[in-house]
């Protein structure tokens, strides 16, 4: 048998560096030093990198700032929204819009801006609440401390035909808002409700303790919202605020800001918008619906608040927010007003004798709904300043005169 020794032997080989070999030590020597230079470039422009504005400094919207609110205002577009935003703008706190533009309007957002320009006051993002990535994206590039929540389709009529979009909007949305609130720690809500919750009480005037019936599926789509808020609460620390309102009108006194809905929506709009079409000759006259109800006049009593009143409610209803507390409020004035009233107020208002048509009931109204006031005065002090009917809807008309094509390009009317 035979035995095979292999042996190996090395070549001399120099030492290698990074792979690469090298015989001469002068140049190793050399590589080495570029390396470093090289190493302690990129050490430089890391650190320059981080000490510049944008690298260091992340947006204001994105963290939580000692004396600041920082309130997300769904809806913010929108009439009240926008005039929402424009009050918390005013009183000095950060404001993030989230709005999809379906009724709102990019106006009202550039209105805004142009009012409050400066770095961290003001931003718009649009985007969908029934889209729950998106909404939690919102909610994880931002550092809100409080949400106000009006984004709502919201009109009754409009509820009647198409009843599963105010379920998909109003419900649904408000569930998608609420995970995304407990999921980031944002502990403070104030919700806008409305007084069709109530459907139509046995005995005026509505007390926050009148028991809720809609009769509506706009009205029965905010309850459930409601509902779902009051359910989450029970096992939370959230600060709960949720404010039923009646009917509202007027817009901005300094005339900055106004109601804009589109016209394919008119028909189903606010009586205020209704009245002011005709007034303008944009509709041939105003529609009032039902003229037999059990009232004086035998048309629909509703109480009217004025948008300025409305948006401070909401103010201080933010104030007096407390962890672990669920407050709810009727939010009006205490007085109803018959619609042959407020068509009387609105032609005086605007000058013009409008043409009225009388017309049956619309489907999902009620005869008669005011509210009792006395609570929300009692626990946040607050009632109703703006209540000449006739002066809210002047304020309202001087608005709508220059703004023929909403917030399109202004158009002066006589």
């Known amino acids: 048998m035979l035995n095979f020794t292999r042996s190996r032997t090395r070549p001399n080989r120099p030492n290698s560096l990074g792979g690469m070999d090298f015989s001469d030590p002068v140049k190793k020597i050399d590589v080495v030093r570029r390396i470093l230079l090289a190493a302690g470039l990129i050490a430089l422009c890391i650190t320059i990198i981080k000490i510049s504005p944008t690298f260091s400094s992340p947006s204001p919207f994105s963290r939580h700032e000692t004396g600041i609110t920082h309130v997300l205002v769904t809806g913010g577009a929108g009439y009240i929204g926008s005039h929402a935003s424009l009050r918390l703008l005013k009183d000095s706190h950060r404001v993030t819009i989230v709005d999809n533009l379906s009724r709102g309007n990019l106006g009202a957002i550039r209105v805004l801006q142009d009012l409050f320009p400066e770095p961290g006051r003001l931003q718009f993002i649009y985007a969908d609440l029934g889209d729950p990535k998106a909404v939690n994206k919102i909610f994880y590039d931002n550092a809100f401390d409080a949400v106000m929540h009006f984004a709502a389709v919201a009109y009754v009529g409009e509820s009647t035909l198409d009843p599963l979009k105010y379920y998909h909007n109003i419900t649904s949305n408000t569930l998608v808002v609420l995970e995304a609130m407990a999921a980031?720690?944002?502990?403070?809500?104030?919700?806008?409700?409305?007084?069709?919750?109530?459907?139509?009480?046995?005995?005026?005037?509505?007390?926050?303790?009148?028991?809720?019936?809609?009769?509506?599926?706009?009205?029965?789509?905010?309850?459930?919202?409601?509902?779902?808020?009051?359910?989450?609460?029970?096992?939370?620390?959230?600060?709960?605020?949720?404010?039923?309102?009646?009917?509202?009108?007027?817009?901005?006194?300094?005339?900055?800001?106004?109601?804009?809905?589109?016209?394919?929506?008119?028909?189903?709009?606010?009586?205020?918008?209704?009245?002011?079409?005709?007034?303008?000759?944009?509709?041939?006259?105003?529609?009032?619906?039902?003229?037999?109800?059990?009232?004086?006049?035998?048309?629909?009593?509703?109480?009217?608040?004025?948008?300025?009143?409305?948006?401070?409610?909401?103010?201080?209803?933010?104030?007096?927010?407390?962890?672990?507390?669920?407050?709810?409020?009727?939010?009006?004035?205490?007085?109803?007003?018959?619609?042959?009233?407020?068509?009387?107020?609105?032609?005086?208002?605007?000058?013009?004798?409008?043409?009225?048509?009388?017309?049956?009931?619309?489907?999902?109204?009620?005869?008669?709904?005011?509210?009792?006031?006395?609570?929300?005065?009692r626990e946040l002090n607050w009632s109703a300043q703006y209540t000449d009917l006739e002066k809210s809807l002047r304020v309202a008309w001087r608005w709508q005169k220059l703004h023929h094509n909403g917030y399109g390009p202004s158009k002066a009317s006589s």
């Open 184 to 377: 980031h720690n944002v502990n403070t809500l104030i919700y806008s409700s409305t007084c069709a919750t109530y459907g139509e009480p046995e005995k005026m005037p509505i007390t926050e303790e009148t028991p809720q019936h809609p009769i509506n599926p706009y009205g029965k789509a905010k309850k459930m919202a409601e509902d779902i808020i009051l359910d989450f609460h029970k096992n939370s620390d959230m600060a709960v605020m949720i404010l039923r309102y009646f009917n509202v009108i007027g817009s901005d006194p300094e005339g900055r800001l106004g109601e804009a809905p589109r016209p394919e929506l008119r028909e189903h709009g606010r009586i205020s918008g209704a009245c002011f079409d005709a007034a303008r000759g944009i509709t041939n006259g105003l529609k009032v619906r039902g003229t037999d109800y059990k009232t004086a006049d035998g048309t629909c009593i509703r109480d009217y608040i004025d948008v300025t009143d409305l948006v401070d409610a909401h103010v201080k209803a933010l104030e007096k927010a407390q962890p672990g507390e669920v407050g709810i409020y009727n939010v009006g004035t205490g007085r109803g007003r018959s619609v042959n009233e407020f068509v009387e107020a609105c032609k005086s208002a605007t000058g013009v004798s409008i043409k009225v048509d009388y017309l049956p009931r619309r489907p999902g109204d009620y005869a008669e709904v005011f509210s009792d006031p006395s609570k929300i005065l």
